[in-house]
Nanobody, 125 residues
């Protein structure tokens, strides 16, 4: 079992930056593939980025490639999402998720076992 707590969301103008953090409990953080998802009102929860256990492999949704960076610090049990050049369409609740199977970088919500409570990101135009 792992508990995930996101932080770092907020209101930012278009073109600005935010850094989300997700702190995990437990001593097995390095054994999980980690992902960031987002969900806008009335829409499905979609993958934003994912990172392998070592941090050497990453995945990004096409909509965020070149603007967002996922990283992790296994010593601190934390995964990050650096978001630059933010657009109004990035507005959503952002969720951190952990996959205990950790075989590949899963890109759908059903591939993840544990979820944080979410943090709101609002980008104004």
């Amino acid at each position: 079992q792992v508990q995930l707590v996101e932080s770092g969301g907020g209101l930012v103008q278009a073109g600005g930056s935010l850094r989300l953090s997700c702190a995990a409990s437990g001593r097995t953080f390095s054994s999980y593939v980690m992902g960031w998802f987002r969900q806008a009102p009335g829409k499905e929860r979609d993958i934003v980025a994912a990172i392998s256990r070592s941090g050497l492999s990453t995945y990004y949704a096409d909509s965020v490639k070149g603007r967002f960076t996922i990283s992790r610090d296994n010593a601190k049990n934390t995964v990050y999402l650096q978001m630059n050049s933010l657009k109004p369409e990035d507005t959503a609740v952002y969720y951190c998720a952990a996959d205990r199977q950790a075989l590949v970088l899963m890109t759908t919500p059903s591939g993840y076992d544990y979820w944080g409570q979410g943090t709101q990101v609002t980008v104004s135009s």
